[in-house]
């Protein structure tokens, strides 16, 4: 009956999830999944922000650098491969710390999302994108509608590749994806932690960041993958600065063009993130990353958050000793909210 913990720690790109993981990690014998769905990728380490030596030496990750560049991974194999990864962590006795800023990726493990098994078809997809810059993303979207009038209410039409991949599943199954994506919540007991900042000061710091990325060598990264044959229609190029750089090198625009479309399409991605990760969102317990104290607020509900587990956990084998005509009222009353806490 023990439900075995999950801790996620989420929020926009370079607010400090990874620091955070690290000292909770090392508090109370954490690994971490990263939930980053540019980090899995090889060769792609400047512009993904990967974890430095150091703190993979710190800190036990997992799901980082585990394909190719030119893989495509579904969020159904991300999401097989976090549960795994999950459980091989309870397994060796250590506390899970789902931590990244991909809101999909976060929370299809967290609410346990049922995803189609349809494998990308990518000549399917390549004449979807036509049809898409043919008719424009609305009556593409329109599209999209006619089948899946579900999905479609949930897209917003300027998101085309998750339109695609929409049509996609509806087009290789007949089979709407809005009726393959039916949740079960995972076995875990889950707290959810969210790391904020007012939104111009993390502008800011992204902006100092994209300019230490460009000093550490981000341009001769992406000039590296471009020469070993990875091109800019990949997903993995579809990251924040890889399509940006690469439109530099191919004589496109000027680096400078270049830089500032990425600080520019960052602070687009954040406000993303954020549409992923709302502040109202009573599930997420938000912490200001400019408070002094913030880590240490962090490990004191962490460590609540698991005495607590320990004392239902007691509470829930007292019960089952007692006489079976007793149990239904005594467990409903040692409920325990899945995700977070209820006022968090």
Do not use: T
């Given at each position: 009956m023990k439900l075995p913990p999950l801790i996620a720690i989420v929020g926009p790109t370079g607010i400090g999830k990874t620091a955070l993981a690290i000292k909770i990690a090392q508090a109370f014998s954490g690994q971490i999944v990263s939930a980053d769905s540019r980090q899995v990728y090889q060769l792609m380490d400047i512009g993904t922000a990967k974890p430095s030596t150091d703190e993979?030496?710190?800190?036990?990750?997992?799901?980082i650098d585990i394909v190719s560049p030119d893989y495509v991974l579904t969020?159904?194999?991300?999401?097989?491969?976090?549960y795994a990864a999950i459980d091989a962590i309870h397994a060796q006795g250590d506390l899970p710390l789902l931590a990244g800023g991909t809101g999909q990726w976060v929370w299809s493990v967290v609410e346990g999302w049922g995803i189609p098994r349809v494998p990308p078809d990518l000549t399917l997809r390549a004449e979807l994108e036509a049809a898409a810059k043919t008719v424009g993303s609305e009556a593409f979207h329109a599209k999209l509608a006619a089948v899946d009038p579900d999905a479609a209410a949930k897209l917003d039409h300027r998101n085309v590749r998750r339109v695609i991949r929409a049509l996609e599943?509806?087009?290789k199954t007949g089979i709407p994806i809005s009726a393959h994506q039916k949740k079960s919540p995972p076995p875990y007991r889950i707290l959810m932690i969210g790391l904020n900042m007012p939104r111009e000061s993390l502008y800011l710091r992204i902006d100092d960041r994209i300019d230490r990325m460009m000093e550490a060598g981000f341009l001769a990264e992406v000039e590296d993958l471009l020469a070993r044959g990875y091109n800019l229609h990949y997903p993995s190029m579809s990251g924040l600065g890889y399509r940006q750089l690469g439109r530099y090198l191919h004589g496109e625009i000027s680096l400078e063009e270049a830089v500032a479309l990425t600080k520019k399409e960052t602070r687009r991605f954040i406000r993303q993130q954020y549409n992923w990760f709302r502040l109202d969102d009573e599930r997420i317990f938000w912490l200001d990353v400019l408070a002094s104290d913030f880590a240490d607020l962090a490990l004191a509900k962490l460590s609540a958050f698991l005495e607590e587990g320990e004392n239902v956990t007691?509470?829930?084998?007292?019960?089952?000793?007692?006489?079976?005509?007793t149990l239904d009222a005594e467990?409903?009353?040692?409920?325990?909210?899945?995700?977070?806490?209820?006022?968090s």
């Open positions: 993979l030496v710190a800190a036990p990750h997992r799901l969020l159904a194999e991300f999401q097989e491969r976090a599943v509806y087009l007691a509470q829930l084998d007292k019960v089952y000793e007692k006489e079976p005509s467990l409903l009353a040692l409920q325990v909210v899945s995700i977070g806490d209820e006022k």
